[in-house]
């Protein structure tokens, strides 16, 4: 069989896509075979080979050579091989190269199936390999494809899909096609329809990523990074941390009239964020972890990464927040269990701020 039209399709494809030709040879080959079986049945086994140099495609049944046969279609006799060839003896792979007949329809069209498979799995294994390493990366994407629970993010150049599951998807945020996104690569995975991109917009990772991107000094590493608690759509909480004293790491974050941090909530659709320093000393990032209400005393208590923090009595709603929101995202970043106490409350329990500072615990 010779088909120079085919072979010069594929030294297009291989121009085109950027896969290798010997991939499509392997799968015609394997293509042939199945189509081969479909068509004839009980073949026994079959082999083709292609010869691209020769634009030619050959087909050969394949036994094994037995001094007794036992199954017809996949073993011939010693004394029946030797009739072709003399130098044949047991043990030996008999070929006999033949010509299908009326490669029917059914076939080709058999042969076609496999080789688009191959083409697909191949361009799915590529696009894989090229976002694998974007796991934990900000890219930016177009909402195309929205259900009743999940929205489809179309990255890179359209060969990889991003998928958002409900969880990731930030409440009151509203997702429209044609929308130009950023988000949060959380996993890369083979999936039955190509790769598959697992993508979020409520990862505390986007805001790490935002902030990388948006301010120098933590790109450079001059500016860490420490925690990040995070409520998606509402508030997000975030430790950092300089070992150079002539870094202001909360100003370089803030930036110029709060231009920096300003573009990150913007990007959030209007998310607060609460920028801490963080410390080693647990009681005082305690403290800085309850902005922005202002703590007069930490003190620790008898049980294991549990502290009580003492605010003035006007400033106990904003310690904790709307539905307890900020003393939770503070026991998240500290890694502590914190129990806020108003002034008064603390007297009532016989702790006087002034008097437990002096003995020892962080006034603030």
């Known amino acids: 069989m010779i088909n120079k039209d085919f072979f010069a399709a594929l030294d297009a494809l291989e121009k085109d896509k950027g896969i290798p030709r010997q991939v499509f040879l392997e799968a015609l080959e394997n293509a042939l075979v199945a189509a081969c079986k479909k068509q004839y049945g009980a073949i026994g086994t079959v082999e083709v080979k292609t010869n691209p140099d020769r634009a030619t495609i050959e087909f050969f049944a394949v036994k094994n050579i037995v001094s007794e046969v036992v199954d017809r279609e996949n073993e011939i006799s010693l004394e029946d091989a030797q009739k072709v060839k003399k130098s044949y003896k047991l043990g030996d792979r008999y070929t006999e190269k033949f010509v299908p007949k009326d490669f029917s329809r059914i076939a080709a069209q058999t042969a076609k199936q496999v080789i688009l498979q191959k083409l697909h799995e191949t361009e799915r294994d590529a696009a894989v390999s090229e976002f694998s390493d974007k796991e934990g990366e900000l890219l930016v994407g177009v909402v195309r494809k929205l259900d009743a629970k999940n929205v489809y993010i179309e990255l890179g150049k359209g060969q990889v899909e991003g998928l958002m599951l409900p969880a990731d998807q930030v409440p009151g945020e509203k997702y429209n096609v ?146 307890g929101q900020n003393a939770r995202l503070a026991v998240r970043l500290t890694g502590w269990k914190i129990d806020v106490k108003s002034e008064s409350q603390a007297k009532k329990l016989g702790i006087d701020t002034q008097k437990e500072t002096e003995n020892g615990d962080l006034d603030i």
């Open 178 to 323: 044609n929308d130009k996104i950023k988000v949060f690569v959380k996993r890369v995975k083979n999936g039955f329809h190509g790769a598959q991109v697992m993508v979020s917009r409520s990862s505390p990772g986007l805001v790490r990523k935002l902030f990388e991107e948006e301010v120098p000094e933590i790109k450079q590493g001059s500016v860490i990074i420490k925690e990040i608690s995070r409520e998606a759509g509402a508030r997000t909480k975030i430790a950092i941390y300089s070992e150079d004293s002539r870094v202001d790491a909360i100003g370089s974050c803030v930036g110029n009239k709060g231009a920096r941090v300003n573009a990150i909530v913007q990007e959030l659709k209007g998310e607060k964020i609460d920028i801490v320093p963080w410390s080693e000393n647990p009681l005082e990032f305690i403290a800085k972890a309850l902005s922005p209400a202002k703590v007069l005393l930490v003190t620790q208590m008898d049980e294991d990464k549990t502290a009580m923090a003492v605010v003035p009595d006007d400033k106990l709603s904003l310690a904790i927040g709307k539905d």
